[in-house]
């Protein structure tokens, strides 16, 4: 009989609630469920609260409203409902931000928000600046990264910031085209586990510097709504999660991970798919 994992937490990402009719992608191509993804939240919801033994954590992997609530006026609402169906959760919620988040608010409205997941200890050991990434550890031998996908970014900052004319500056030199908007996605680092629109653009630094590390395992990431997975060349997994918002109403998209020793193993519900990842 195998042993019972170390701990476990549940996986969402691109929520992108809205109170909206479906619409669909800017390509006008695939369908998105904007009201019904605050439903196929608490019924996720309701399936971690019923996990024995209790998850550890919930990680949301970033776009939890959706940017139409910006033009509609509506982000503040819209994310109180999403903070309302999450807060029914007795264990904590890790919040990462993605280019969503940041159609809707401003990087200091966002830290007066529930986005705001810092833990009390990880607010007090921030660097200088507004870069919003934390550590924590829910076992011994154990770390969660949680990382700003949009430090460099000009999404979320007043124009006369000086890290908005940095990101400005590195747009007009490295975006091919004349849209001065970010070409980041808010996680994914691994061309294998993404494609390339979605992919952060320094990518290749970001894995350099995990590269340079034996002791990392995997890298979680939202964005691409299609979901993605590869095993790289450094025996790290590299899982994109599926996102909620072109979820059809009669299936879901989350999941669990429970960690193991040697292996994490990820129970997916709806468009989903099992996995077990060994290290």
């Not at 009201?35 to 939240?41: E, T, V």
């Not at 999941?255 to 040697?262: A, F, L, M, N, R």
Request: hydrophobic share 40%; with cysteine.
């Amino acid at each position: 009989m195998e042993a019972a994992p170390l701990f476990s937490f549940g996986v969402i990402a691109d929520i992108q609630y809205a109170d909206a009719e479906d619409g669909y992608d800017f390509g006008g191509f695939r369908r998105r469920y904007y009201r019904q993804s605050l439903n196929l939240l608490r019924d996720a919801v309701e399936a971690w609260a019923a996990e024995r033994p209790p998850l550890a954590f919930v990680l949301q992997l970033g776009d939890s409203i959706d940017g139409l609530n910006a033009r509609s006026g509506e982000a503040e609402g819209a994310l109180e409902q999403v903070l309302a169906a999450l807060g029914r959760l007795p264990v904590p919620v890790h919040h990462a931000w993605g280019n969503h988040e940041f159609y809707n608010f401003s990087r200091a409205r966002l830290m007066r928000t529930g986005l705001n997941s810092h833990p009390a200890r990880a607010m007090a050991d921030l660097p200088a600046g507004d870069c919003q990434a934390y550590h924590f550890s829910p076992a011994a031998q154990f770390r969660i990264v949680v990382l700003d996908a949009y430090d460099l970014s000009i999404l979320g900052r007043e124009s006369d910031n000086p890290r908005y004319q940095e990101s400005l500056q590195l747009l007009r030199e490295k975006n091919p085209n004349n849209n001065l908007n970010s070409p980041t996605g808010h996680l994914p680092i691994h061309p294998d586990a993404s494609d390339r629109v979605c992919l952060a653009w320094n990518y290749e630094d970001a894995l350099s510097v995990i590269h340079s590390h034996q002791c990392v395992v995997c890298f979680l990431a939202g964005h691409l709504h299609d979901g993605g997975y590869c095993l790289d060349s450094h025996g790290v997994h590299h899982l994109t999660l599926e996102g909620v918002i072109e979820t059809p109403p009669e299936s879901n998209a989350f999941g669990t991970i429970y960690v193991y020793e040697d292996k994490m193993i990820l129970k997916g519900r709806g468009r989903i798919s099992d996995r077990v990842m060994h290290f």
